[in-house]
């Protein structure tokens, strides 16, 4: 079974400007969530989103926001990126409606520069 | 911040030798996990460990868990080239809601 795909691998982009990245997950898993990685730093949560419902929010600002599709899919929006937008930006599919609750499964990440 | 603090922040040992590494938290947690990150690449999990839980193994590794100090260890025994990676922990606590928290992780370099 494949795992949890993201695209695209790598992307540069200039402030001001506004990205999209996305996510597919593990076949059957119903629930996506986001994570910021910046350099030498955790993960940091930023959506949780489950049947289409955000269920979780981190502590990032509105330019940043998500959504679900009917396929389970989702896609990670911001908008009028900083230079400190820069980041490995991740996504893990479980089963759970509850991040903490069981196996998070994710994938490679995309790495966003902001010029 | 609520957020898990791993110690040490980097580790280097000799093939073979033990690896621990510990998280520490502040407020109380339901589960807490340890995940894998192999070069700024997506993260591997490892083992989660309930609050209910003392002690979990999964093959090489030993996680335990001990609310009353509010810290969990990581035990990486007999470890190999290819354990070299960040290693994470990520709590699920009471009062933050839905959200994982991950802490700022240990670096291990496991050297041949």
């Known amino acids: 079974d494949a795992g949890v795909t993201q695209s695209p691998t790598h992307l540069i982009k200039t402030r001001g400007q506004h990205v999209t990245l996305r996510c597919s997950p593990i076949?059957?898993?119903?629930?996506v969530s986001w994570y910021q990685q910046v350099l030498g730093q955790g993960p940091q949560f930023i959506f949780q989103?489950?049947?289409?419902?955000?269920?979780g929010r981190g502590n990032f600002p509105d330019r940043f926001s998500a959504r679900q599709f009917p396929n389970y899919s989702s896609e990670l929006n911001v908008n009028a990126l900083l230079l400190g937008d820069s980041a490995l930006y991740l996504c893990?599919?479980?089963?759970?409606?509850?991040?903490?609750?069981?196996?998070?499964?994710f994938g490679p990440g995309t790495r966003l520069l902001v010029l | 911040s609520q957020q898990g603090e791993e110690d040490p922040q980097a580790l280097s040992i000799q093939e073979g030798e033990n690896a621990t590494m510990n998280c520490s938290y502040k407020t109380s947690i339901n589960n807490l996990q340890w995940y894998r990150q192999n070069s700024g690449r997506g993260l591997v999990h490892l083992i989660l460990i309930r609050s209910n839980e003392r002690e979990k193994h999964s093959g090489r590794l030993r996680v335990t868990l001990d609310t009353s100090k509010k810290s969990s260890s990581l035990l990486i025994t007999a470890s190999r080239a290819a354990d070299t990676a960040s290693y994470f922990c990520?709590?699920?606590?009471?009062?933050?809601?839905?959200?994982?928290?991950f802490g700022g992780g240990t670096r291990v370099l496991v050297k041949p």
């Open positions: 076949s059957g898993h119903k629930s």
């Open positions: 989103y489950y049947e289409k419902e955000e269920r």
């Open positions: 990520a709590t699920d606590f009471k009062a933050a809601g839905n959200k994982l928290t």
């Open positions: 893990a599919s479980s089963p759970s409606p509850v991040v903490g609750q069981e196996t998070q499964y």
